[in-house]
DNA sequence: CTGTTAGCGCCTTCAT
DNA sequence: ATGAAGGCGCTAACAG
């Protein structure tokens, strides 16, 4: 028809038709259906990003992130949650092939290459976020868990702390793994790597964090610092404190990976690395664009982004001894 | 084709067959095109959930609920931020209508009536969320407002408070409309309306809150209580106070609508008027895909759900005078 | 400048 | 038990 002409300004059409298809349009409130657009070209302007957790702030402060770049190029965005279960992820992935998504954003769940080759597989572009996938060339968006956490623990360790806690979240996860690293270096280097040092997995939530904790202090020997995994650990971790009468940084000093969005916390008390959060989003974002319009850079790209220190008052030298 | 049949398990279909076109899919790996399917059923399988913006944790919750019911269900959820503005919001249901959304779950940017006469028109169905629209008859799931303001006002006036100031989100807003009406009507039954308590309007964002309180704290009265809008706008009224010095709730009391996830703060210290933010993203998606399969009552719906009063260390007696 | 034809992948209907 | 036809709404390519 004429019409579609009209609607998508292409080809030539006399201004009487323009008018009189314009006219009925308004009168009908006719809209197109993208369906069958997406249909015909196999494309359907829409993105999925896959997380763990929506409810974690770091997810949702990347969620805007990647909603922000993805309108300003007309591109609609799902949102999933896998609860870091990889068969919910699979089956999510599923869906989104069925539906035609043009491309996913994906925080693993786990450091499997099952999700990365069905995608592949099925011709869907992806960028991995947050995370890394060993064995898989794949886009990725990330910070330096492993730098990071090495320059968190070096700054506990040059306040005096000889004895430091780990509490990690899930084993199986890339950015567990690389801070477990991290720490294990700045360790290393400052000669206190005796393998007595506590080094706990659980889940990442403020459950997990008060657990590890109540475990650390029922320990024999207290280490002078703890290293929480994430913002939330460290919220588990500081509440467990609280309940046994532990100050911080008085009695124990706390550092965590992640900030707590400065929205929601009137005193900003942890000491954390901060991860560009909005900025990982949005940079995974732009460049899955990219990768769908054909532009951007040959080959795999590995965009890992700074994280930085930030010193509050959650941290101090050790108490001496008693 | 039999495939069709294979897949939907519809009709019959040889066991010969049925293994063959098994054994294709499996090779192939061959995902059906739901594109093709919505086209042709005119159901995508997808709602929609327009908010305001998605780091509010607020609509995070709200938002975690409605995935979870709508994954049940099979359906997968689009993420819209409007920002508050009435066009973006306008411009995000024309995408939806286009993509064929079944359903759109609506927090509507102001009380006006436009977005659902589009709806409407469109034959898309929609439940409003967490606020009010008047003049139309729309499904709703929402808290009761004006109630749950009266009540954390008169748990003030009844520690002693007699002047209180109100610090709310948008004039246009039916949860600050309704919020302010609410602490209006303590006011009045407790004979303080003397139209000298100050009520200011803002964004409902930490710097709102912040804005507004310095304003209160700059007037030559001050109020001995101040009652935030919201939650962003309680860290915003805080953290105000904290850099004037005022102790809470020693020199000054204050009370919020919404909480804040137990798993980001490690001190619950505000007393607050909590709503069941996952409960309300539940009810509302189960009401519309009720609506969307013709199932659920017949007339519209106007369910309130339950508000709370949390009394934790923000508010205590008012401060005698000096 | 405008209309026709054909096909994207699916499924309902009807025939075989 | 299976295949063929036709149409959901759209547009590229080709008539007219």
Do not use: W
């Not at 659980?202 to 657990?211: A, C, E, I, P």
């Not at 202090?217 to 460290?234: E, V």
Request: proline share 5%; glycine share 6%.
């Amino acid at each position: 028809m004429t019409v579609s002409r009209v609607i998508n300004n292409s080809g030539h059409t006399s201004r009487e038709a323009r008018e009189r298809v314009e006219a009925a349009i308004a009168k009908l409130g006719y809209v197109p259906n993208a369906l069958a657009r997406g249909l015909r070209f196999k494309q359907t302007q829409t993105i999925a990003l896959v997380v763990t957790d929506i409810t974690n702030p770091f997810f949702t402060t990347v969620a805007r992130g990647v909603e922000d770049a993805a309108s300003e190029q007309s591109f609609s965005v799902m949102f999933c949650n896998t609860d870091e279960s990889q068969g919910e992820e699979l089956e999510y992935l599923n869906v989104l092939v069925q539906k035609q998504t043009d491309g996913v954003l994906l925080v693993p769940a786990s450091d499997s290459v099952e999700s990365l080759t069905f995608l592949k597989s099925q011709a869907t572009p992806v960028v991995v976020v947050d995370r890394r996938v060993s064995g898989f060339q794949v886009d990725t968006v990330r910070c330096d868990s492993e730098q990071g956490a090495y320059l968190l623990v070096r700054y506990l360790i040059e306040l005096g702390h000889r004895r430091i806690a780990a509490l990690m979240g899930p084993r199986a996860v890339s950015t567990a793994i690389d801070r477990s690293a991290g720490y294990q270096r700045a360790l290393a280097e400052a000669g206190l790597d005796d393998g007595q040092h506590p080094v706990l997995h659980d889940s990442y939530s403020q459950k997990g964090g008060y657990r590890m904790a109540r475990e650390v202090l029922s320990s024999s020997q207290l280490p002078t610092a703890l290293f929480a995994g994430n913002n939330l650990i460290a919220v588990g971790v500081l509440r467990a404190l609280r309940e046994v009468g532990l100050r911080v940084p008085e009695d124990i000093s706390v550092v965590a990976f992640d900030d707590i969005p400065e929205s929601l916390v009137m005193d900003q008390f942890l000491t954390v690395m901060t991860q560009p959060a909005y900025e990982i989003g949005r940079r995974a974002t732009e460049l899955l664009l990219d990768r769908l319009c054909g532009e951007g850079p040959a080959d795999v790209q590995e965009i890992v982004l700074p994280t930085e220190l930030v010193v509050r008052k959650s941290a101090g030298p050790p108490r001496p001894l008693a």
